[in-house]
């Protein structure tokens, strides 16, 4: 007897081939790496820390919580900021499914939901295969573990496939562009570093703690001046006070207030004070700075 039920066919908008590599490394924050290309998709995801991703095209900062895809053939490197020792989990994979274009320079924060469900992909995939060589997980070399739980490479796929598909549904996205390193003064520097320099250039008017600079950027003081170390020496500080004088002696040529109205603006507290910054900066005083004005 014939039913009148209407089989729906599955339409694969992700199919995963195979797993080439799954492995989580605990790294110090100088690594560095030569760089790679292979003919497989490679997704990093970083637990702690920070990392500078480079490509054939970007050079971008990955941060604590963020994945970022390699797509086939596509040049890639990673390498500590020399600040953070970062934690990274890594899979790489067969998948000629047209959607994975999707994944391609963008960078997406995972929510709590896609961590867990990560944690439940390295999990898994871990209980059924392993590194040949533990100690160099980047030479791409896995094989199967002969005790593996039931299912454990399907659980594996599926688990992948599954991620893939709430990060295409995904809606915070960032675009490398928006994480690219800044060419500052001749320099390529973390853009944590130009969040640092915005942060001072948009207080000069202000008075700045490097706890304030750090709250500002959600980092610690250690790491405030860490980062700002690979910009300048000397520090941080030091650094906020020739900005201040280079503003004031912007103001003088103004020629619109007094000395004592310029050490306020700036939040020097005297104006003798104001004037013995202005020459430990300059070598002049501000009156001697005035005089030198072209007119």
Known sequence: MKDNFI???????LDIKSIITIFYMELP?????????HDFWEMVYIDKGQMLCTTDTNQFTLKSGEVAF???NEYHNLSGNKCDAPNVSIITFECDSPSMQYFENKIIRLNAEEK????MLFEEGTSCFRLVDPQNPLLQKLEPLPNAPFGGMQMTKNLLELL?????????LLTQQHRLNIHIDG???????KEILDVLNAHLYDTLTIADIGKAIGKSEATVKKLFSLYRSGGIMQYYGALKIKEAK??????RYNFAQIAEMLHYDTPQYFSKCFKNYTHMTPSDYRKSIIR
């Open 7 to 13: 089989r729906q066919s599955i339409q694969a908008t």
């Open 187 to 193: 320099m390529d520097v973390p853009i944590d570093v």
């Open 164 to 172: 893939l598909i709430k990060l295409h549904r995904h809606t915070d």
């Open 70 to 72: 390699h797509k086939p």
């Open 116 to 119: 867990a469900l990560l944690s």
């Open 29 to 37: 924050k100088d690594f560095q790496y030569g760089g790679e290309r």
């Open 250 to 255: 912007k103001l003088i040529r103004e020629d």
